[in-house]
């Protein structure tokens, strides 16, 4: 029998999703759980418009750093007309007890390198009178919950080689403060840096804080999951590539695919 939607389902599903990734390897998995995807172009960029189970969605490549990331999700809300914007991708992790394999959902991010003292406190964003950007609760707990049934059985998503390849056990889902910069943390100290300049910060990456802000600027909610694909030290970039194949796109589209099919 076919499945019966309640009202609240389908005010769900009407609306439009734009979901953001920052590398080739993800979108391209996004892509493949799109079986109607059509490609525009806008700002040079290719969206993809399609559907996930019924959603309307748009998908697109941001490419890394904070412009490119701005870049996207204005044209996914001006020229998509997006009702609400995720994020999905890696991050290297600077919190006490984060561990590779572990996933990461932003409550409220900050740009790392925002800098404009003395005129205006470290981190603050000038004329805004705030540092921090707060997502979307109700999108970031939805995402939050399907990443948490999906990191229940991680060798379900991710199969027994990738496991031990990666030597992952029992992953967890984190809450809490993203912080982004334009930079690739790979040392020890500018990791210890910024975890005493940002002591909650729980992990570092490159676009999220942009994002929060351009949804904050027009009210669009956002939510954003990053798997943890390092250490942010010297070591973070062993391995970057082979990981984001095998195991951080493989979550986001099954973390995706329990939020949009629960
Ligand atoms: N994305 C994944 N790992 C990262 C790191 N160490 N620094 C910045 N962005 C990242």
């Known amino acids: ?48 418009v399609g559907h996930w189970h019924g959603h309307d969605v748009v998908a697109v490549l941001s490419r890394i750093g904070k412009v490119a990331a701005a870049t996207t999700a204005t044209a996914l809300i001006e020229r998509f007309g997006v009702d609400r914007i995720v994020f999905t991708g890696a991050a290297g992790g600077i919190g006490d007890g984060l561990r590779v394999g572990d996933v990461v959902v932003a409550s409220s991010f900050v740009q790392h390198d925002m800098d404009a003292s003395p005129l205006f406190a470290r981190h603050e964003v000038p004329l805004y009178g705030q540092a921090r950007f707060d997502t979307d609760a109700t999108l970031s707990n939805a995402l939050a919950n399907a990443a948490r049934a999906v990191l229940a059985h991680p060798g379900r998503t991710l199969g027994a080689d990738a496991l031990a390849a990666f030597n992952l056990h029992a992953p967890l ?48 909610p956002f939510a954003a999951l990053r798997t943890i694909s390092d250490r942010a030290d010297d070591g973070a970039y062993i391995d970057f590539t082979r990981f984001i194949d095998q195991v951080a796109s493989r979550y986001s589209v099954a973390v995706l695919e329990a939020y949009f099919n629960p």
């Open 1 to 48: 029998m076919g499945r019966i939607y309640l009202p609240t389902d389908l005010a769900f599903m009407m609306k439009r999703t734009g979901i953001i990734s920052a590398v080739h390897q993800e979108l391209a998995a996004v892509l493949d759980c799109l079986p109607d995807e059509q490609r525009q172009c806008a700002g040079g960029r290719d969206f993809w």
């Open 173 to 220: 889902v984190h809450v809490g403060l993203i912080a982004s910069g334009d930079r690739f943390v790979a040392t020890q100290a500018e990791s210890a840096a910024l975890r005493c300049a940002l002591p909650d910060a729980l992990a570092v990456e490159m676009e999220g804080a942009a994002v929060a802000q351009v949804c904050h600027d027009y009210g669009v």
